[in-house]
């Protein structure tokens, strides 16, 4: 089982053998992409981290070992806000392990929606309180309260010139559903196998070297993996971690594609359909 390891441990901080990051391993910051707001008009807010060189955080699903940020978001009155946004992650082989997440920066960032009817001439106060892993050979735990204040104006809003790059970044890296790709995928009692039939602009050499990163935690095995041609449809085998575990009704998950660059991945969302033993 992997729930409970950690290149030593999991966010269940009581259960991981992880201490607080007192020497500052990981830092976060509250950013927004406008300069100020205005009443009615949606702006993206987000967590800008920042994880030390040879060291990781975590994706949503992070893998065999770690665990995700863990963020709750305090907005103010009659603002409300969209799902959090995950740029695709990246494999840290640690054998046996294999952890999904990301080096140097990442930024988990949503949309937020202020009322029509905002008084202008103050400030808005967002507030996020986030909780995260910080790991190399052992994992820290990171805490911090985060606060942005942002005027809102009677105008249309400016695009922040500090932190404009890091949102089109972190918007190039977002997973994108792409309708010239198709795929299906079936289950057996051990197995679980996805197939894609690729877009015309796939390179030579088809899906060799490429990367699935499934969203559900505890479903499947990580590690090696190999795609499977035939008649020009790619199929990836993924062994169950348990046989009689609950099955999702979908496969959902993250494609990046072979060069294991994040910019480009392609958003995977499929009914699991049951299968003879055997196929594909």
């Known amino acids: 089982m992997r729930t409970g390891i950690i290149v030593a441990g999991v966010l269940g901080l009581g259960l991981c053998g992880c201490r607080p990051a007192a020497d500052g391993q990981g830092k976060a910051e509250l950013v927004a992409d406008v300069e100020s707001i205005q009443p009615g008009t949606p702006f993206m807010a987000g967590v800008l981290i920042r994880v030390p060189e040879h060291w990781h955080?975590?994706?949503?699903?992070?893998?065999?070992?770690?665990?995700?940020?863990?963020?709750?978001?305090?907005?103010?009155?009659?603002?409300?806000a969209g799902p959090v946004l995950?740029?695709?992650?990246?494999?840290?082989?640690e054998p046996p392990l294999t952890s999904f997440g990301y080096e140097n920066k990442v930024l988990l960032f949503r949309e937020i929606r202020p009322p029509v009817n905002l008084a202008t001439g103050s400030d808005a106060v967002l507030g996020v309180k986030i909780t995260w892993l910080v790991c190399r050979d052992v994992c820290l735990s990171e805490t911090a309260q985060l606060r942005l204040a942002i005027p809102v104006r009677s105008d249309p809003p400016a695009k922040s010139a500090q932190w404009r790059g890091v949102f089109e970044r972190a918007r190039q890296a977002l997973p994108q559903h792409d309708p010239q790709w198709t795929f299906r995928a079936g289950a057996e009692r051990n197995d679980i196998f996805l197939c894609a039939k690729p877009g015309p602009d796939l390179a030579a050499g088809g899906l060799a070297g490429a990367r699935f990163f499934p969203s559900e935690p505890n479903l499947v095995e990580y590690g090696l993996q190999t795609w499977l041609e035939s008649q020009g449809e790619y199929c990836l085998r993924m062994k169950r971690i348990s046989a009689d575990g609950p099955l999702p009704g979908r496969m959902e998950g993250v494609l990046v594609l072979p060069g294991g660059k994040e910019d480009?991945?392609?958003?995977?969302?499929?009914?699991?359909?049951?299968?003879?033993?055997?196929?594909?």
């Open 57 to 80: 955080t975590y994706w949503r699903n992070p893998g065999d070992s770690g665990g995700p940020p863990e963020m709750d978001w305090q907005l103010p009155e009659g603002f409300t």
């Open 264 to 280: 480009g991945a392609i958003a995977v969302d499929v009914a699991i359909e049951s299968t003879r033993k055997g196929e594909p």
């Open 86 to 93: 995950w740029p695709a992650p990246r494999a840290f082989e």
